[in-house]
């Protein structure tokens, strides 16, 4: 019995993450909270958000027809979302994420990040 299979699947039961290829407008759908239309077909559905080393993040996903997974990389913070999120502490605010609407920062480790995105914004107090 022969199967259908293209190296991509191969790729991502060999425990690799598959990357996307229209991030872009895959991030801004993300950010605004909509459905991400999969390259293969049906959704993606998150499975887990992690903060990278630099301050960026990394958003893992699977197609809900395929099974294939995929990591979506998300920016680090840029000056102005920084200053910010700063802004909001020196007034004492509770700081929101700048890019999630109504999405409160959350303290990991010594930083303030994004639960949703991963991205650090701060320095914790």
């Known amino acids: ?12 039961e060999g425990g690799q993450r598959l990357t996307l290829s229209d991030e872009d407008a895959l991030l801004c759908l993300y950010y605004d909270g ?13 499975l887990g958000v992690q903060p990278e080393a630099e301050g960026s993040g990394s958003v893992f996903l699977e197609c809900t027809s395929s099974s294939l997974r995929y990591r979506m990389s998300v920016p680090k913070a840029t000056r102005s979302e920084r200053k910010k999120v700063r802004d909001l502490i020196d007034q004492g605010d509770d700081p929101e994420c700048p890019r ?11 930083d303030l990040a994004c639960p949703r995105c991963g991205v650090r914004y701060a320095k914790a107090k």
């Open 1 to 12: 019995m022969t199967s259908a299979r293209n190296d991509q699947s191969v790729a991502a």
């Open 34 to 46: 909509g459905r991400l239309p999969s390259p293969s077909g049906g959704f993606l559905m998150v």
């Open 100 to 110: 999630h609407q109504e999405q409160p920062l959350m303290r990991i480790r010594h």
